[in-house]
């Protein structure tokens, strides 16, 4: 049996499995993901990244084996990763002898590094809900919910909350707040072409990165991806790969003062009508003045 305790958390293995149990003050998609249990054969690898300040475990994961991930599709912040530790000093050699443990039952069980055709864990348990934005999204497992605030715009209020059964979907794509564009949680249903923009759709969440509690609309989606895998119908192809990730050509250039400016406009008439607090339009606007 291996462990290492830190404030981040704790890790242990005993050969056969790896938990993962977070600490108190994470961030918020790895506390409402909770306690994980990383059957060996869904690792692919492990290492432990040294700093002057102690160093990163990482568990590297076969792909396909984790929901998360999946939904993620790579885009999560490493503060957000439930499959790092930030280790303190004093405990780097118990990090290294964890690390150590890990890639030595790799080898005896031959484990291959592959990806997996099947999720090897659960995913988040349901019920499970997430997001911000203009709204929120829950799933208890057969119907997908979205529920609006104030801050949405009134094509979605007008029709009050979604309730959109399993059976409708066709596929779930996630994409947190990067820069100065906003992020999505949409859900695909067959035969439907949605509105370009997710704030007009009233099948996704229009995400803006002003909190934390944003990336929790992960957890939603990987757990519709986990009953979208076990049911009879294949997902749509492409479902969560098919928007890809920001690129510099598709992002705004830092030095680019037209698109910033035009930004600091809209968050301002945003501020006046009262769809962003006082909070929220500082901390969004500062983010805004650091790329002048």
Not at 31 to 56: H, I, M, N, T
Not at 70 to 78: K, N, S, T
Not at 229 to 256: H, K, M, N, W
Request: glycine content about 10%.
């Amino acid at each position: 049996m291996a462990d290492i305790i830190t404030r981040d958390g704790t890790w242990s293995f005993d050969g056969e499995t790896v938990r993962i149990v977070p600490g108190s003050k994470v961030h918020p998609v790895r506390q409402d993901l909770g306690e994980l249990a990383v059957p060996l054969e869904a690792v692919a690898g492990a290492s432990f990244e040294p700093d002057r300040k102690g160093g990163r475990l990482r568990l590297r994961l076969r792909t396909g084996a984790c929901p998360v991930q999946r939904a993620a599709d790579g885009r999560l912040r490493d503060s957000a990763d439930p499959y790092q530790l930030l280790v303190e000093k004093d405990r780097s050699g118990v990090a290294e002898y964890l690390v150590d443990e890990i890639r030595n039952a790799l080898l005896i069980e031959q484990v291959p590094d592959g990806p997996v055709a099947r999720f090897l864990l659960p995913g988040p348990s349901v019920p499970v809900s997430g997001g911000g934005g203009d709204g929120t999204a829950s799933f208890d497992g057969h119907t997908v919910r979205l529920v609006w605030n104030w801050k949405a715009e009134e094509s979605k209020t007008t029709g009050g909350a979604v309730a959109l059964p399993l059976a409708d979907v066709t596929g779930v794509r996630w994409i947190p707040a990067i820069g100065l564009e906003n992020g999505s949680l949409r859900f695909d249903r067959a035969g439907v072409t949605a509105p370009a923009q997710p704030k007009y759709d009233p099948y996704s969440l229009d995400l803006w990165g002003l909190s934390k509690r944003e990336y929790t609309a992960v957890l939603v989606a990987a757990a519709v991806l986990v009953r979208l895998s076990s049911s009879a119908r294949p997902l749509a192809p492409g479902a969560t790969q098919e928007v890809p990730a920001l690129t510099p050509a598709d992002a705004p250039a830092a030095d680019d003062h037209d698109v910033l400016l035009r930004r600091l406009r809209e968050l301002g008439e945003l501020h006046r009508a009262g769809v962003l607090t006082d909070e929220e339009f500082t901390t969004a606007k500062q983010a805004v003045l650091k790329r002048l």
